[in-house]
């Protein structure tokens, strides 16, 4: 096997028969002698002339090559069933795993399925109505399913990201994923493949139970758990629903503060963990091109991306989630509370592109915290969520130009945005915690200055806040058994328990935790 580059311009992608030709000039044989070649990614380079740059493993005749395949699922009818808590990306790839493992996952959604999701979150976005079991944060698929479905974890220290990006295209999503440096799927793709991953569990004997919020979850003298649902019948009875099995996968994403108050009541042991802080900030997509392209853009050039970090007295300030050619949307899980994040479709062609730019949070930044222990960083962000809701009185987000905010004046017209349910003037210097903000101050013109010429501008504008990069607290668990450090047989799992970031990256985190049910 030889690796090689190949790199070509944008819009004049090489053809089968050209790779195999350059592989066979960098090999030194015949064309005909490549039996197989595999791309491994596919980077954009713009650094001068606008490329592709393609990685290449290429093999001769007679060398060892093979194709990866999914694992087989297996019919779990009569398996022994493993309780799967969350429908997210832990959640689904812990249950395709456990299929393939013999095992029958029950899993238990507090949000509805992918299809009546939709209806939800535009009473969200249109009237302000927000449902807290059904939202862009729960229900079937995970708060990733409504957020470009972005694949950027490349790293094979979690496990073999195979299993998540070949089941992913077996399900639905472009076989462009496998090779790009930084993949995604779409927001209007994503819905159709999680409702396949669903097809496919039930299928196979596993079950879904969907409307179904857990409100305890019960250690049995016999080692087996009792894990007890409430519910709401189509008549709006409210009803309780009980399941039982030896062994629990919990995984109920970042936002489900009522599970770790669950936790906090019960002594199970949980902590306090830092996550980041700050806003949404929008700009127009032209400009982004401009920025990134170096002025090169073309129509037919994918939707520019951006990303960087910095440090800023001794806390770390960086984008997050950036979604070219995308919007804006409501993320609250409360009412009473303004929370954003961003989303894009496939084709990334709305004119605005927006990133979250945030501020890393440690519980020693907080000290006025401290009494609420293990629940400190999740009581700040409820906290800074309601003192953006109070300055609107809505879901409308609390907004300000990038440079009047770092001059500290209020912005006297706000641009366009394409945050639906609208923004309001506001002094977010005054709004966002002391520390916040004065590391956003710092940061936007070292970044206009130093990385990206021409970010710097008030052609930007800030929205607050965006508050759920990831979990504010974790739930410790053993790391040879994955299991629950004081609950033997509970697995915690994912982003929800503090072990994950995105959806590669909790999807990988499922299939761990079920590889080790299964031995």
């Known amino acids: 096997m030889k690796e090689i580059e190949i790199s070509c311009p944008i819009g004049k992608e090489p053809s089968a028969a050209q790779i195999a030709e350059a592989a066979a000039r960098a090999m030194g044989v015949a064309p005909k002698a490549v039996a197989h070649y595999r791309i491994v990614r596919r980077s954009l380079d713009a ?10 493993e290429a093999y001769r005749s007679g060398e060892e090559y093979e194709e990866y395949r999914v694992p087989e699922y297996r019919d779990v009818g009569s398996a022994r069933p493993v309780i799967v808590i969350g429908a997210g990306p832990a959640g689904m790839f812990a249950s395709l795993h456990l299929l393939m493992k013999g095992l029958k996952p029950v899993i238990i959604e507090r949000g509805k399925d992918v299809h009546r999701r939709k209806f939800d979150m535009a009473k969200l976005s249109r009237e302000g109505i927000v449902d807290p079991d059904s939202n ?4 079937e698929g995970g708060a990733g399913t409504f957020s470009d479905g972005k694949l950027f974890t490349r790293s094979s220290k979690r496990g073999d990201i195979r299993e998540v990006l070949h089941q992913l295209v077996a399900f639905g999503a472009d076989p462009s994923i496998l090779m790009d440096a930084h993949p995604h799927i779409g927001s209007d793709r994503l819905p ?8 496919c569990i039930v299928e196979h004997g596993g079950e879904y139970h969907f409307g179904k919020r857990v409100t305890d979850i019960r250690k049995l003298p016999d080692g087996s758990f009792s894990v007890v649902a409430s519910c709401l019948s189509d008549g709006g009875a409210a009803s309780t629903a009980e ?3 030896d062994r629990v996968i919990l995984a109920t994403g970042h936002s489900a503060r009522d599970i770790y108050e669950m936790f906090d009541r019960k002594g199970w042991e949980i902590q306090a963990k830092g996550f980041a802080l700050g806003v949404r900030v929008e700009h127009p997509q032209s400009l ?19 990303s960087f970090v910095t440090r800023i007295e001794d806390r770390g300030v960086f984008s997050f989630c950036m979604c070219p050619g995308g919007i804006l949307v409501p993320s609250a ?6 929370v954003l994040n961003g989303m894009s479709n496939s084709a990334r062609n709305s004119r605005w592109a927006n990133a979250g730019v945030v501020v890393s949070v440690e519980p020693e930044d ?17 906290d800074v969520e309601q003192a953006m809701f109070r300055y609107s009185g809505s879901l409308k987000a609390p907004a300000q130009r990038m440079m009047d905010f770092c001059r500290g004046t209020l912005s006297s017209g706000l641009p366009a945005t394409s945050y639906h349910p609208g923004a309001v003037s506001a002094p977010l210097h005054e709004l966002l915690p002391r520390h916040i903000a004065l590391r956003l101050k710092y940061a936007f013109p070292e970044i206009g200055n130093r990385k990206m010429r021409g970010y710097y501008t008030n052609e ?8 759920r990069t990831s979990s504010p607290v974790r739930i410790p668990r053993d790391p040879e058994t994955f299991e629950h450090v004081g609950v033997k047989g509970l697995y915690p799992c994912g982003e929800g328990a503090g072990y994950s970031g995105g959806i590669v990256s909790s999807a990988l985190d499922g299939i761990n935790c079920a590889e080790r049910i299964a031995i």
């Not at 862009?136 to 229900?139: A, E, H, L, Q």
């Not at 159709?192 to 097809?199: L, Y």
């Not at 899980?333 to 303004?338: F, R």
């Not at 930007?460 to 508050?467: P, Q, R």
């Open 288 to 306: 982004i091109n401009r920025i990134q392209y170096h002025g090169k853009y073309q129509p037919y050039m994918p939707a520019a991306e951006y």
């Open 243 to 245: 399941f039982s099995a």
């Open 333 to 338: 899980t409360a009412s009473g509370e303004v």
């Open 136 to 139: 862009y944060c729960f229900g």
């Open 366 to 382: 907080l000290p006025e915290y401290s009494r609420y222990g293990a629940l400190s960083l999740l009581n700040f962000q409820k």
């Open 460 to 467: 930007a504008l800030m929205l607050g806040v965006e508050s």
């Open 192 to 199: 159709g493949i999680v409702e396949n991953i669903r097809k």
């Open 47 to 56: 650094r001068g002339e606008i490329l592709y740059r393609y990685r290449v």
